[in-house]
């Protein structure tokens, strides 16, 4: 009997052995596959998180883009700025120039016809012997005055004999021209023209060869 359960025995401690001897090798499959489950895990949240920085690095660079166009936008302006600002002050520069060098053209301007009476005066006495004394005086005014207009920069346009200039002439009249280098040239000049620093300041009444 004692035999019987011995051999009986055998077989179950046998199985146990077995079960015992399989038991490890399922633990460690399952061990195994957990931590290659754990470790998949880790790698796709590692690409989540690297597709994550990816789009953060990306949006940085947009907004650098961005940036970067926006200050180009305002460098650009600023340098219009400056440029439209240089051309005003410069042209308010030479505005206030001119106006302090022609400051007296309208002074200077009255004075014209004085001339002008002045030299009609010398015209209409150089054949009268007796008012030679009257005649040096008015020459010696006239003179003065003259020399008085040409210091502040008025000076007499070239007319009798040019070609007529529209910029410089006033044409009143034409008439035939005595010769055909005339044709187009200033015959006669009835009132003459003056310039004040290069500027007109009154146009040359002439008579112009057609």
């Not at 077995?18 to 633990?27: K, L, S």
């Not at 660079?61 to 302006?77: G, V, W």
């Not at 003179?143 to 044409?171: M, P, R, W, Y």
């Amino acid at each position: 009997m004692d035999k019987k359960y011995q051999k009986q025995g055998k077989p179950a401690e046998n199985e146990q052995n077995d079960t015992t001897n399989m038991g490890p090798v399922q633990g460690d499959d399952t061990m195994n596959l957990a931590e290659e489950t754990i470790e998949d895990a880790a790698e796709v949240q590692d690409v989540e998180v690297d597709d994550s920085e990816a789009d953060e690095v990306a949006d940085m660079y947009k907004k650098l883009e961005e940036t970067e166009a926006a200050l180009q936008k305002k460098s650009n302006d600023y340098l219009y700025l400056m440029a439209d600002f240089d051309n005003y002050r410069k042209r308010v520069v030479k505005e206030k120039a001119e106006i302090i060098k022609n400051a007296s053209e309208r002074v200077l301007k009255d004075l014209l016809p004085i001339v002008d009476d002045f030299e009609r005066g010398l015209e209409a006495t150089k054949d009268d012997a007796d008012g030679q004394q009257v005649r040096e005086g008015m020459e010696l005014i006239y003179n003065k005055l003259v020399k008085f207009l040409g210091n502040n920069g008025v000076k007499v346009i070239e007319s009798t004999g040019a070609d007529f200039d529209a910029d410089l002439h006033d044409a009143i009249a034409t008439i035939p021209a005595p010769t055909p280098e005339l044709k187009g040239k200033v015959i006669d000049t009835t009132t003459k023209g003056y310039t004040l620093n290069d500027k007109v300041m009154r146009h040359a009444k002439v008579v112009v060869g057609d």
